[in-house]
């Protein structure tokens, strides 16, 4: 084990393999088990029972929680052996009892990034990539390929289907089943989920002005309340809001959708 300094806490009943690095300040509860060449950040506390192996990197001033297991194989059937990996960032909350699973193919990762909450068991498939400030409340299941972007909330329960993208400041409703990409600032809802008006409070706490949350209302009634479809409503929408930049992001975000987007 290579620490630096003499500040590491490790409870006696812990296991850190002689390969890993741990940080300035990092506590290691009781009977946490540390594998491999995993790599923690200066002053990130990890719980009891708590399993971190495999090719690992967690940053600075994480909290880790009971019973969280981060850094397994990959579940995907396509799996054949190989390094991948999981990269975290710094100031996560990891509730208990959290799974995160590596990349499937060789060189691959699964990424987190900062200030994210990802609450009471949920899970994060392989080769997902979670943005800064996400919430992914209690239960929230990520299928692979899961793309979230900055500061949008996934609700209890909700199951993500594997290559989907979601918004920038999105949020889903507790228990929704997504099979299609979520747009930037929406809000949805249901089984499959639906669009069903903007994410108005999530937009106010973001500091949105007045005048870009009235250009947001005016895309998304092109976009889910005209009979236009898909192309041809992003094409009224850069005719008429070309000037507006939180619209620039929904279109970008509409243009590079593979799934489709939710109805």
Not at 81 to 104: A, C, L, M, P, Q
Request: net charge neutral; charged share 25%; hydrophobic share 40%.
């Amino acid at each position: 084990m290579s620490v630096k300094g003499d500040s590491v806490l490790v409870h006696p009943t812990a296991i850190v393999h002689p390969d890993a690095e741990l940080g300035v300040g990092v506590e290691v509860g009781p009977y946490s088990i540390i594998e491999g060449t995993v790599k923690i950040g200066d002053r990130t506390k990890i719980d009891a029972r708590v399993s971190i192996k495999g090719y690992t990197t967690i940053g600075a001033d994480n909290e880790i929680f009971t019973g969280a297991v981060i850094g397994s194989i990959t579940q995907d059937k396509k799996y054949k052996g190989g390094v991948s990996y999981v990269r975290i960032g710094d100031r996560n909350k990891i509730r208990e009892y959290v799974t995160i699973n590596s990349g499937t193919e060789e060189g691959t990762e699964t990424v987190i990034g900062n200030d994210n909450l990802i609450m009471a068991y949920a899970h994060i498939a392989h080769d997902c990539i979670l943005g800064n400030h996400v919430t992914l409340a209690n239960n929230g299941t990520l299928a692979g390929h899961v793309v979230i972007e900055d500061r949008a909330i996934v609700g209890g329960f909700g199951g993500v289907h594997q290559f989907v993208r979601i918004g920038y400041l999105s949020i889903i409703g507790g228990c929704s089943k997504v099979v299609q990409d979520i747009p930037p600032y929406i809000m949805v809802d249901g089984h499959p989920a639906r669009a069903y008006g903007l994410n108005s409070v999530g937009l106010e706490r973001a500091d949105v002005s007045d005048e870009e949350r009235s250009n947001l209302k005016k895309a998304f009634k092109i976009l889910f309340r005209s009979e236009l479809i898909v192309k041809n409503a992003i094409k009224k929408i850069e005719a008429e809001l070309s000037g507006s930049q939180a619209v620039q992001t929904l279109l970008e975000f509409l243009k590079k959708s593979e799934r489709g987007i939710c109805k």
